[in-house]
């Protein structure tokens, strides 16, 4: 949780890092997050739900798990730009997200 300490980061780009365990809600406090192609696990949290500045979330190709939790509905400037794809993601996608 390193960029913590940078409160003006607004854009972490990880992708293809080899990356492990699971995703942190402290990223959700960014603007752009890519962390696609890496091995990342466990389940999205609903503290998703807070993330109100959150415009960019690729996290495809993990090993995420679990199933999208409803409250991803209230970021609304997320809503067109979410990149799950590769994962264990199951079940429906929630009606929140239209």
Not at 59 to 86: Q, V
């Amino acid at each position: 949780q390193a960029w913590k300490q940078h409160p003006n980061l607004a854009i972490l780009d990880m992708r293809d890092n080899s990356l492990t365990g699971p995703v942190s809600e402290s990223l959700f406090d960014l603007q752009v997050v890519s962390l696609s192609q890496n091995l990342l696990t466990g389940s999205l949290s609903s503290e998703i739900g807070r993330a109100s500045d959150l415009q960019y979330l690729d996290l495809s190709t993990n090993k995420i798990s679990g199933t999208i939790p409803t409250e991803i509905g209230l970021c609304t400037s997320l809503k067109s730009t979410l990149d799950l794809e590769a994962n264990k993601i199951g079940g429906t996608l929630p009606s929140e997200l239209g």
